[in-house]
C-alpha cells in the first residue's frame, strides 16, 4: 500500500522569505502522479502543483515549484517570495497512474504560516 | 462552471439523528469522491463512484455510513444515526478521467458537521 509522510506538521516563515515543504512516499509502482494541495483558512481545496513519475523535470508553477527525487521516494514544494495568502494546510498527495485505481493518497499535511 | 456544489456547508445535529450530506459534481466529470476531515485521522477517502457506480468503498468507517449517486448530477452521503465521532468536515470532490493526463480532483467547499 501507498503512504505519504510529511514530516513538519507546522511552519512559520517570514513574507518574502523562501519555505520549503518536505514530502515522503512510499510506493512499489513505477508510474504515478504527485501532487501538492493548498487549503487555506477558507477549507477550499486547491491544487498547488502536480508532478508526473515518468518526467524528470521539476514542475513549477510561478512561485511553487518541486524537488521530485524518485530514488529518493521525496517530493519537496518550494514556495519562494512567499505571501501572506500563502497561509494555509499544505497537503502531499500521491496517486498511481494506470488502471482504474483513481485513488488519491494524502499526507497529514503541513500547516504554514507567513508572518508579516 | 460553478464547481463542485456542497450543501449544507454547516450541519448541527444530535446523536442519533440522521444526516445527509449532498454533493453536485461538476458536469462532465465522471468520478465522484467523498472525504472526511479531521484532526486526528487528516483527510481519508471514504468511497468514489465511477459512472455512477461505487468502486471503492472500503473508507467507509461503519454500516452506518451510506452513499448514493443515483445520477450524474447528484451524491449523498448518508449517516444513520449519528454519533459525536462524526463530527468532522465532508468533502465531496469530482474529476474527469477522459482528459487523461493530470486526473486533477476539483473539490466543493466541504461540509462541517457537528454532532453534540
Known amino acids: 500500500a501507498q503512504t505519504v509522510t510529511q514530516s513538519q506538521p507546522e511552519m512559520s516563515v517570514q513574507e518574502a522569505e523562501t519555505v520549503t515543504l518536505s514530502c515522503t512516499y512510499d510506493?512499489?509502482?513505477?508510474?504515478?502522479?504527485l501532487f501538492w494541495y493548498k487549503q487555506p483558512p477558507s477549507r477550499q481545496m486547491i491544487l498547488v502543483i502536480r508532478?508526473?513519475?515518468?518526467?524528470?523535470q521539476n514542475a513549477t508553477e510561478n512561485r511553487f515549484s518541486v524537488n521530485f527525487q524518485k530514488a529518493a521516494k521525496s517530493f519537496s514544494l518550494k514556495i519562494s517570495d512567499s505571501q501572506l495568502g500563502d497561509t494555509a494546510m499544505y497537503f502531499c498527495a500521491f496517486m498511481k497512474h494506470e488502471g482504474r485505481d483513481d485513488k488519491i493518497i494524502f499526507g497529514k499535511g503541513t500547516r504554514l504560516h507567513i508572518l508579516p | 462552471d460553478a464547481g463542485v456544489i456542497q450543501s449544507p456547508r454547516h450541519e448541527v445535529t444530535e446523536m442519533g439523528q440522521e444526516v445527509t450530506l449532498r454533493c453536485k459534481p461538476i458536469?462532465?466529470?465522471?468520478?465522484l469522491f467523498w472525504y472526511r476531515q479531521t484532526m486526528m485521522r487528516g483527510l481519508e477517502l471514504l468511497i468514489y463512484f465511477n459512472n455512477n457506480v461505487p468502486i471503492d468503498d472500503s473508507g467507509m468507517p461503519e454500516d452506518r455510513f451510506s452513499a448514493k449517486m443515483p445520477n450524474a448530477s447528484f451524491s449523498t452521503l448518508k449517516i444513520q444515526p449519528s454519533e459525536p465521532r462524526d463530527s468532522a468536515v465532508y468533502f465531496c470532490?469530482?474529476?474527469?478521467?477522459?482528459?487523461?493526463?493530470?486526473?486533477?480532483?476539483?473539490f466543493g467547499p466541504g461540509t462541517r458537521l457537528t454532532v453534540l
Open positions: 508532478q508526473e513519475a515518468y518526467k524528470q
Open positions: 470532490a469530482s474529476s474527469d478521467i477522459k482528459r487523461g493526463a493530470y486526473n486533477e480532483q476539483f
Open positions: 458536469s462532465g466529470h465522471d468520478y
Open positions: 510506493t512499489s509502482e513505477n508510474n504515478y502522479y
